[in-house]
């Protein structure tokens, strides 16, 4: 926890209701600038959509918030539960998930092997306050944590109807439910900020519409910022609040759906011009 709070400075500032900011972010990788002078900011409980042609920079972004990439230049702020400033960019890869943000994949990323409900136990491994000789002589205090780790699992469950699956391997479900296990998952650290990438990629149109549900639901009743990198456009225009556009790693339009939507450069680029 010492590595978070040398990062944490109320001098980077940000706007109240802001929880994170990029400024002049670029990536590059040898010559090719994957990400080049991105800047934009997403407001605390919206659901914010980074959308763009394939090979735009989106999933590079991604990957400079969570630190699997150290950007090039430019700064990535984000305001924290405890309304601290972190620069995440001097941050470790491992460190950012206890500030709240967590982050899923195109692919399912589950354990095959293990139950539903333990695949979330194994998720929340981060709220153990027990150490490792507590571990070993399975204390009071871990018995204790224990139970209250899980009850937290089978609450999440409840709350995006996944209890018919807690005691079931997930391998053979149906991927509409294995990605909503994924997001089951998330919840366990009772997240600020959780990163989406291709949600709704492989789902069918019955799927893809109980995803969009299952989104807003999660945004509203678990107080928490989404973004989203997106290619179902139905999608993106039906829960997002604010769309961001970019192309070869560059700002093309930001706004509201509608806004977004009649963008001539947008139409042009990824939705198609008429």
Not at 220 to 235: A, P, Q, R
Request: aromatic share 6%; charged share 25%.
């Amino acid at each position: 926890m010492s590595n978070i709070n040398q990062t944490n400075s109320n001098t980077l500032g940000l706007d109240e209701n802001t929880i994170l900011e990029l400024k002049g972010l670029t990536m590059q990788f040898g010559g090719l600038k994957a990400v080049d002078g991105l800047s934009f900011k997403v407001k605390e409980g919206e659901i914010f959509g980074l959308i763009g042609p394939n090979g735009a920079g989106k999933t590079t972004v991604f990957n400079c918030i969570t630190q699997f990439y150290k950007p090039t230049a430019g700064t990535v702020k984000y305001r924290d539960k405890n309304g601290n400033i972190i620069d995440l960019t001097k941050m470790k890869v491992h460190d950012v998930i206890k500030t709240g943000i967590v982050r899923t994949f195109q692919n399912v990323e589950l354990i095959w092997e293990l139950s539903v409900l333990d695949n979330l136990l194994v998720a929340g491994h981060t709220l153990y306050k027990a150490n490792l000789f507590e571990h070993m002589i399975h204390s009071r205090r871990l018995k204790r944590e224990e139970q209250t780790i899980k009850a937290k699992a089978v609450t999440v469950l409840e709350r995006l109807n996944l209890s018919a699956y807690k005691d079931v391997i997930p391998y053979g479900l149906p991927y509409g439910i294995l990605k909503k296990i994924e997001l089951a998952r998330t919840l366990m650290i009772d997240p600020r900020l959780i990163i989406l990438d291709e949600p709704a990629a492989g789902l069918n149109d019955a799927e893809t519409e109980e995803l969009s549900k299952v989104i807003k639901q999660i945004a509203k009743d678990f107080n928490c910022t989404i973004f989203l990198v997106e290619h179902d456009m139905g999608l993106v225009m039906d829960i997002c609040d604010t769309i961001c556009s970019i192309s070869f790693g560059k700002m093309l339009a930001i706004g509201t759906p509608s806004e977004i939507q009649n963008n001539k450069l947008v139409q042009e680029a990824y939705l198609g011009s008429e």
